[in-house]
Each structure stands twice: as C-alpha cells, then as structure tokens.
C-alpha cells in the first residue's frame, strides 16, 4: 500500500468496542433495508428498530438519513477494499490494474441496484453537514484506486490528478447506469477509456 493510499485512509472513529458493535449493526440494517427497497425504504424509526436501538441513540450516531446513507456507502467501499487487497488486480499496467478494479467494484454493486441507487442518492442529495462523510467516501475511492495502480514509487501529481479524474468517472457511469442511460459495456469502455490517462500521465523522475 503506497504512503499516498495510508494518507487517503479514514481514520478509524474514536468509539468503544460497544459502541462499535452499536454502529455496525446500524449500518447493516441501513444496507439490508436499502438493498430491499433503495432509498425511500431506509426509514430512520425501521432502521433503528431493526438494529435494536432506540431512535434517539441512532440520530446521535447519524442526524438523518443521507449521513446514515453515505456512511453506508464508506461501509461498503471499505469492504470492497478489503477484498481487492486480498485478490490484487492483475493486469500488467497501472491502467488496466485501475480498470480491472473498479469494474469488479461495479459489479459489486450492479448485485445490489437497489442498495447502489440509495446510496447514490444519498451522496447527491447531501450538503455541506454531510461534507465529512462524503470527504470520507472520496478518500477512501482514492485510495482505492492508488493501491490498485501498484507503483513502486509514489504517484507523480499528474498522475493523482489522473485519479481525481477517473474517480469522477467511475462516480458518472455508476449514475447514468442506475437511470439505464448507460449499459455495463458502455461504463466499461468509459472506465477502461479514462484509466489510459495513468499512464499518459506518468512523468519522468529526476
């Protein structure tokens, strides 16, 4: 994992092994309510109810749906690094190792539109109190994305602002796909397309 991808990495919140059991449990009702009916399904007083929790402890952890949403998606993007880790992409360039990457995490969610939808949804509605968890959401894509690249040095800037770029692609097809404006095979030439740009962008070490 490159210094770059630590940076990028959440830091972990400061709660006690109760209280992290707490969240957990939350965030997993959050996820299988949503997977059943997307957005409109997470209702606060359900999810609580399904966590075993009483209302209020819930909006201490989360003030409304939308943080309880996109802390949802930082979830699962957290569990889909953790399996990338474990399986390493395997192309030959920083590219297609990218690529490779973030169509397996594609198809993670395209298993579950209805959780994908939500959670989508959840990031565009969000304002500027939900701007830490979107921050997280980010790094965490970020970082992603740089541990897929596997380089042996850290990443030049244009080569980070190649990622910047890619993961606003990635974002862009997730979305014209879930309003069927986009097939899996056109996101996979967008995706496959701007990941190209890691390696036009690499720039000569001195």
Known sequence: MTAEAKAASPAAPALTERQEARRRRILHASA??????????????????AA??????????????????????????????TTIRKRPPAG??????VAETLMRAFRALQREP??????????????????????TVSRLTTAIILDAMGLEQPPTARQLSAVRVIEHTWHSALITWLSGRASIAQVKIDIETVCRLIDLTAEPRG
């Open 32 to 49: 299988q309510l949503a997977s059943r009916g997307g957005f409109d399904a997470v209702q606060m007083r359900e999810v609580a109810e």
């Open 52 to 81: 075993g929790v009483a209302l209020g402890t819930l909006y201490r952890y989360f003030p409304s749906k939308v943080h309880l949403l996109v802390a949802t998606m930082q979830d699962q993007l957290q569990h889909m690094h």
């Open 92 to 97: 030959e360039t920083p590219a297609e190792r």
């Open 114 to 135: 209805h959780l994908a939808d939500a959670m989508v949804r959840a990031l565009t509605f969000a304002d500027r109190s939900v701007s830490p968890e979107v921050d």
